[in-house]
């Protein structure tokens, strides 16, 4: 009996140190230390607000192509501990989606995404997302984010970011000039089509946000819009990397 009980707290053990927090940043991180690690500079406090049990930063170059060259994404997978749950960020959320898409849903418990550009951003047709040529530009087009099923059987919970026009985050100035570019509602950078897990492009309202009129942003009416099988938006007045910490106290 004796035996058996060792061998069942053991077999615990292994499960609980198979499962952690792997929090997946977005574009232009360079500084920050690569691979799993415990270098959380790019998330400031959000990292570790509400989040029990083991947490790793898997920090990327931040402007490596991750679309037709998936050597990111085959490092990423490589390195996620099984059925972890990943908390993205931006553009890495699509490395997320390409990581299951490619590899299958083995190492994702569920998948929390902050301002997600799985799905894309206009602003990279036009080249305004910058990185080296050839690069994450590249695979922010949204014909290219696209270029495959999003459709996932791990849990995927999305907020969006705040409307930069009507809580600038780029500046007074810069965040309309960006958001024109952008249908519906956005934050400045991505559309709400791709933040908030869409199953295809489109000038997208939603009825959970609070900021805003949706005439005033070429909206004729609230459209939350059919999404990717898996994802659910849970919450849309959280901006930038907050929704990472904020879900964590809900235990998503």
């Not at 996620?80 to 997320?96: D, E, F, T, Y």
């Not at 959970?208 to 070429?218: I, K, M, Q, R, T």
Request: a positive charge; hydrophobic letters at 40%; aromatic letters at 10%.
């Amino acid at each position: 009996m004796k035996k058996i009980a060792l061998m069942a707290v053991a077999a615990v053990a292994l499960s609980s140190a198979a499962n952690a927090d792997v929090y997946v940043h977005g574009k232009g991180s360079n500084k920050y230390a690569r691979g799993l690690t415990t270098d959380f500079g790019y998330w400031g406090g959000y990292a570790t607000a509400n989040v029990s049990g083991a947490k790793q930063a898997w920090n990327w170059d931040g402007e490596s192509e991750v679309i037709s060259n998936s050597s990111v994404v085959s490092a990423y997978n490589s390195a996620l501990p099984a059925k972890s749950v990943v908390r993205c960020h931006s553009a890495g959320c699509l490395i997320m989606a390409r990581a299951i898409q490619l590899y299958g849903i083995a190492k994702f418990a569920r998948v929390v995404a902050g301002a997600s550009a799985e799905g894309g951003s206009e602003l990279a047709n036009i080249g305004s997302l910058g990185g080296l040529a050839g690069g994450l530009n590249n695979s922010l087009r949204p014909s290219a984010a696209r270029s495959f099923s999003h459709a996932t059987g791990a849990p995927t919970y999305h907020g969006g970011g705040s409307n930069s026009e009507a809580v600038p985050t780029w500046g007074v100035l810069a965040s309309p000039l960006t958001s024109a570019t952008l249908p519906g509602e956005d934050d400045g950078a991505v559309a709400y089509h791709s933040t908030l897990g869409k199953a295809s492009t489109g000038t997208w309202c939603d009825g959970d946000s609070v900021w805003y009129n949706p005439a005033s942003y070429g909206c004729t009416a609230w459209n939350k819009g059919a999404q990717y099988s898996g994802h659910s938006a849970r919450e849309i007045k959280y901006w930038g990397h907050s929704p990472s910490a904020s879900f964590a106290a809900r235990g998503w």
